[in-house]
């Protein structure tokens, strides 16, 4: 069983930076990959970015330039600069590895508004 605590959410500005949290723990395997996705009111939840425990990352393509992932073990983080009003959604930290159904942390709230 993995648990996923996520920290970091709140409200900026457009053009504004947040960095999102996710320290993972429990019965976690070598290989694996953790990843963000965000889901804004009436919308479907989407991947906005995954990094591999080999330290391969994946990008929407709404975020590239503008969002980072990175990892240090089991805890990861989505460093998000230059927000916009489109960015704000309920953000979830997802954890994927074999022999496993996903695990997903609580969602945090980011909301970019003037």
């Known amino acids: 069983q993995v648990q996923l605590v996520e920290s970091g959410g709140g409200s900026v500005q457009p053009g504004g930076s947040l960095r999102l949290s996710c320290a993972a723990s429990g019965i976690i395997y070598r290989s694996n990959t953790m990843g963000w996705y965000r889901q804004a009111p009436g919308k479907q939840r989407e991947l906005v970015a995954g990094?591999?425990?080999?330290?391969s990352t994946n990008y929407a393509d709404s975020v590239k330039g503008r969002f980072t992932i990175s990892r240090d073990k089991n805890t990861v983080y989505l460093q998000m600069n230059s927000l916009k009003p489109e960015d704000t959604a309920i953000y979830y930290c997802n954890l994927r590895q074999i022999m496993s159904a996903d695990s997903w942390g609580q969602g945090t709230q980011v909301t970019v508004s003037s």
């Open positions: 990094i591999t425990s080999g330290g």
